[in-house]
């Protein structure tokens, strides 16, 4: 945890005053504990990778929803990993690359938004965390660099505008906002198109709930990287709505008749046609 | 070659105490007080925004007086450090006895090796599973620390409110009971004969921990909702 000076004073780093910032401060007080700052030999390490996420806007809010599966190559290391996680009261954040390092990223960005909101006393605003991610990721390029990249997809309530936006990013910590839906990881090609052509305006929380598990189920249909709901072991998706509510996670149970409902409708055929 | 006068370490030390009890006393006070469901802090304190009770992590709360700029500076080095164990370690690590013994070093620190005291005065505390768990630490300008059971007041008038308090508080009172104590004492008449003050909600700064919260316990109360807990103890 850093030098202790020999009084036992809390050392410059911690009384500096001006930094709102705890990654800033740790790059000072204790810089190994930073992702970015680790030497690794690069190649393929074979390590646990998450796979996909999908965001859904809705009037007044979004939706994200992530698969339980890791793989590690064709081997699922994980079936339970939960890859959606609240980064503060009103935002959710969801990681797709690189588990370990990406668990590690949300831990770091949980507590930089958390820290902020301790010392300066009130929230950020909801572009302000998304550029706060942004930077945290240009930290971690050279490691992207090295094959262990981390992309997240990040989404809130905007407070200041009432409604629910969503942010997708590249490794070299490019933001961009998205409207409407977005997918990243390796199923995100299947669940774009399912987002496509389920997803309409005027949704509310529930019918985005169904457009997103039904995004998964079809990312899962047709990537082998990507775990669908598993009745048998009762393991399903994680998926949160962020309204002005705050961050809701949605009950296995109402998980548990959405997908029946979407297996149902497969088997008997599209009653859409 | 001009020698400097010879001040004895006791003069020294007396007449650095001197000064920051001085700066100390001139400040508003602060109330901590234990209720059946966590700890309750109240202070005189008309700014929305320049806080003197703050939150440091998810059971442990910061009360202080005396120089705001100095005070300021040690609750943002707490934060940093109980967000820095937390992370290395587990947020369940993060403990207010660890906390108080860095300020405390701090606090000795800068007494006796700095020219000026640092003027504070300083109260962490940490809730626990229940009342029995609670843990109240005190910290003076010199860097001791006492570990206090039920309340605390510190500020200028230190000695008569903790006389006022002492002879209503007990433990186990729900918390309408021990604000409307604490309030009571804040806007006590400071000398004989003087009027009573009855503070409303707009001049307190209030803030709990709350037990019965899941994570981040701590919380402010402001407005309505500090008037309604002040009406209910009548």
Known sequence: MGPVPSSGRLPAAYTTPGSSSFAQFLAQAAPELLPGNRPTGGGDLGVPHGTTIVAVTFDGGIVMAGDRRATAGSMIASRHIEKVFPADEYSAIGIAGSAGLAIELVRLFQLELEHYEKIEGNLLSLDGKANRLATLLRGNLGLAMQGLAVVPLFGGYDLARAAGRIFSYDVTGGRYEETEHHAIGSGSVFARGSLKKRWRPGLDADGAVEVAVEALVDAADDDSATGGPDAGRRIYPVVATVSAAGYLRVPDTQLAAVSTRIDVERQVGDPRA | ?234
């Open chain 2, 1 to 234: 070659m001009s020698m400097p006068f010879y001040v004895s370490p006791e003069q020294l030390m007396k007449d650095r105490a001197d000064y920051a009890r001085k700066g100390i006393a001139r400040g508003r006070s602060v109330v901590v007080l234990q209720y059946d469901d966590g700890i309750a802090f109240a202070s005189e304190n008309p700014s929305r925004a320049l806080h003197k009770i703050s939150e440091i992590y998810d059971r442990i709360a910061f009360a202080a007086v005396g120089k705001y700029n100095e005070f300021e500076n040690l609750r943002v080095a707490g934060v940093r450090y109980a967000d820095l164990r937390g992370y290395s370690y587990d947020r369940v690590d993060v403990t207010a006895r660890g906390l108080a013994n860095a300020y405390a070093q701090t606090l000795g620190t800068v007494f006796t090796t700095e020219s000026k005291p640092l003027e504070v005065e300083l109260v962490v505390a940490e809730i626990g599973a229940g009342p029995a768990d609670d843990q109240l630490y005190r910290l003076t300008y010199d860097g001791s620390v006492a570990e206090e059971q039920g309340y605390v007041v510190m500020g200028g008038q230190a000695e008569r409110l903790g006389a006022l308090v002492a002879a209503q508080w007990e433990p186990g009172l729900p918390l309408a009971q021990v604000l409307a104590i604490g309030v009571r004492a804040l806007g006590s008449a400071p000398e004989e004969g003087a009027e009573d003050r009855q503070l409303s909600p707009a001049q307190l700064e209030v803030a709990v921990l709350d037990r019965t919260r899941p994570r981040r316990a701590f919380r402010r109360l402001t407005g309505d909702l500090l008037a309604d807990v002040l009406a209910a103890a009548g």
